[in-house]
């Protein structure tokens, strides 16, 4: 462009300088070859720059191991003057056709398309092959859903540009997921597909029978009542990732039978189990710091261990537990709360670990329970005597 302006800058000025009776048309038929030869000349370092540009993206296809996906004529008229290569990833690219003289710089001089391949040759005479393939439909992560109720709800939620296909891009956008009895979901099978999910609720869903969420390892925490009153919930499968479970996260799952707390969950909040009749058995791992009020209060547990590094037992944490027959109480409690394990009527067998008696509250334990043994350190047992005096002939040595 600058050699362009350059000529015609300094032919304007010859122009300028003639006399106006001069015949200048020759001149002028000179200017215009001149000119057409200059376009001529961009055009092909245009086309040069075209097929390296070309070339550099198809060596990145190839080292992708992409394919093309389909070859597509651009037409002038009925006149075929390049194509269109689109690929199953990359961004497709745009070939010119080559009508170069043999004086002419160009670089990609043909290309041919068959069903299996596509064929590029260069002005060398070497050519580069690109296989071809078909585009896989979409995943529809929705399909991988075992509840056709739950397959409407996160279709209607998440299926962000309506065209009834749950992509991998809309399921991994997915953070929260919220039901309840108006969905009447049983099964949220296929859920671990949603690898970012961060929050699971299902308040009052009576039509959902098992979760496992062990795959969706980034929730940190089961909510407040996240599933409070699932009446038809039997088992639960948290993910190790769990650190906190809420007041009233499993309140009043009456048929709830099993459920796993991960090692490094810290604190059980308030109700979080409560009036769950068929829970049996309980594992409280080691990193158990808190249990919050009536936590398992009117649960069917058989029995309890609490962990090291547990300090008290709350307010009712274990109230109208019917079936609880052993309780182990660790090295570390200082105090039994007021009503914990009050109506735990068939509570005949107590473990009490710590060397110093812990503060006994109004009614912590059932004032009568017939056959009932209380263990103590051997060396602790006229200390327990002395502080719970009201079960003194209860109090063994172990």
Known sequence: MMLYAYIVS????????CAPSYDDS??????????QRID????????????IAALRAIIEVLQSRDYVTSV??????EEVVGYTITFAKSDPITINNCDCKEDEE?????????????????????TITIPKGTIPPPTDYCEKLEDVEFMRYCYEKFDINGDKVLSESEAKAIRAINIDSK??????????????????QAYNAIALRTLDLSKNTNLRTIKEQALYKCHGLESVILPSTIETIEGDAF?????????????????????????DLQLAEITLPQSIETIGRNAFAATGLLSLVLPEGVTVTSQDMCYNCQKLTSLTLPTTITNIGYHSFDECNALVEIHCKATTPPTLEQYAFEDVVTG?????????????????SDFADQIIGE
Request: glycine share 6%; hydrophobic share 40%.
């Open 10 to 17: 300094a032919l304007m000025l010859l122009f300028a300088s």
């Open 26 to 35: 020759s001149v002028r038929d000179r200017l215009d070859e001149l000119e």
């Open 40 to 51: 001529e000349l961009e055009a092909q370092c245009d086309k040069a720059d075209e097929d």
């Open 72 to 77: 597509t004529p651009i037409m002038n008229g």
């Open 106 to 126: 160009c670089i990609i001089v043909g290309i041919t398309d068959s069903e299996t391949e596509v064929v590029i040759t260069l002005s060398d005479g070497s």
């Open 183 to 200: 969905q009447n979901i049983y099964s949220v099978k296929g859920i671990e597909h949603f690898v970012n999910l961060e929050s699971f």
């Open 251 to 275: 309140h009043n799952c009456p048929k709830l039978a099993s459920i796993n707390i991960p090692d490094g969950v810290k604190s059980i909040g308030s109700y979080a189990f409560a009036g």
């Open 372 to 388: 009932r043994k209380i263990y103590v350190p051997h060396d602790s047992v006229e200390a327990y005597k002395a502080a719970w």
